[in-house]
């Protein structure tokens, strides 16, 4: 087997296109690339009928300190060069469990749903940095396969490798993969209470702690417990992690 025959299997294979298929995608790429004027976050849309990337931004932080037509080039060959071992073999096993995941969806659900999980790639410094990466349909083909999917990666809030998370947001679903029993588990959502939002949302403005409690007319010690409590909730150790992890996962 090629190593990039490792990444595709029947259920993720693309073997023939029908006319609906091919004129449901025209032009789109424009909307793509307009896209990622207006993010920080890498984006790259693949496509499993050539099984390879049919687009990559030219955003930095997934390149590696290559070329955005040097990766769209290399394809999934860009994953063994520049993902380490084990974390390569991590990634060969969620695109298993996540078409498998994906083959037990109704064909009109399909859509809704976006796998997220974290690896580590080499940057051009030759220093791993831990990636999180969200991956969710744009096209199916009439039998509902994922003809083309949109990549979005960012920076991980996370302390390791895995990670693996299913999500449907039009139904408030959260599926996480347990690496250790191998299964699937539905988890319940976060939730923010509207003073956290707001402690957030002034955060992300530069407020200090002090500012932060003239703005919402509280004293210093009521932002600091709900700082705290918040911090526990998402399972971060400061207000930095928090932003993050709530920006990616939409909650502010």
């Known amino acids: 087997m ?15 296109l029908s006319s609906k298929d091919i004129k449901s995608s025209n032009n789109y790429l ?12 890498s984006i790259y849309v693949i496509d499993y009928h050539v099984k390879g990337f049919e687009y990559v931004s030219n955003n930095p932080l997934f390149l590696c300190g290559l070329k955005a037509d040097e990766v769209k ?12 071992k084990s974390d390569l073999d991590l990634l060969i096993k969620i695109n298993k469990i996540g078409f498998e995941f994906y083959e037990n969806i109704p064909f009109h659900k399909r859509k809704r749903y976006t796998i997220s999980y974290d690896f580590k790639i080499e940057n051009d410094e030759k220093k791993s940095i831990l990636i999180n990466q969200k991956l969710t ?26 990670n693996i998370k299913v999500y449907n947001k039009n139904d408030n679903e959260i599926f996480k993969y347990d690496l250790e029993s191998d299964i699937w588990r539905k988890i319940d959502p976060i939730k923010l209470s509207s003073r ?12 200090t702690i002090k500012e932060i409690s003239e703005s919402l007319f509280v004293v210093p010690d009521t932002i600091k417990f709900h700082r705290r409590k918040l911090f526990e909730k998402l399972e971060v150790s ?11 996962n939409n909650l502010i």
């Open 2 to 16: 090629s190593d990039l025959n490792q990444f595709f299997s029947f259920r993720n294979t693309v073997n023939k």
């Open 30 to 41: 424009d909307t793509i690339d307009a896209f990622a004027r207006l993010t920080y976050k």
């Open 73 to 84: 080039e290399m394809g999934y060959e860009f994953y063994f060069k520049y993902v380490e």
């Open 137 to 162: 349909p744009i096209f199916l083909t009439e039998t509902g396969k994922i003809w083309k999917a949109i990549c979005i990666i960012s920076l991980s809030e996370e302390k390791k490798s895995g």
């Open 196 to 207: 956290e939002k707001e402690i957030l949302q002034l955060a992300i403005r530069g407020y």
């Open 238 to 248: 400061n207000i930095t992690e928090a932003i993050v992890y709530c920006t990616n």
